[in-house]
């Protein structure tokens, strides 16, 4: 009787494994993530408070999450070349952002690199449409998804997880680029 009720539950075992591999497997190879918002501020308010990794703390959501963290700033303050890099608690982990392309007033390009809780490399940009008075902001993040990052996409949706960030992170930014100078 013990015996066929441990072969039961191991045959659910493996049939739950075998189910979340075959989840896994049907994944996609990247990810993508986007939010955009409008920003009543002109382009080039809203790109001198991306261009530069010192302005970030006004808006980001991860500066918030770990006020304590270390950052390191490295290249020139704006613009290619640029660098920043954190070490934090477990709500922001490790890495570093390096500016790959940057067109004032309208587009920027990241590198970003986690080292903590876990590798992750990843292509981020920032574009910027005038509309009128405004700003249309659209964030993306990119990257592959290796398998072991299949199977953890079968349980979490990364475009809710992150995509909240960005949403934070947006209308922060929206509040520091309207406010008045």
Known sequence: MLKTVLL???GIVVVGIAIVLILAARKPDTFQVTRTA????LPERVYALIA???AWGAWSPWEKKDPAM?????G?????G???AWAGDKNVGEGSMRIVDATAPVRLALKLDFVKPFEAHNDVIFALTPQGAGTVVTWTMTGPTPFIGKIMHVFMDMDRMVGG????????MKAAAERPA
């Open 8 to 10: 039961s539950l191991l």
């Open 38 to 41: 409008t920003i009543n501020a």
């Open 52 to 54: 530069d990794f010192k």
């Open 70 to 74: 270390k950052r390191t700033y490295g």
């Open 76 to 80: 020139p303050e704006t613009g290619v």
């Open 82 to 84: 640029a660098t920043y």
């Open 165 to 172: 960030d960005f949403e934070s992170g947006l209308t922060a």
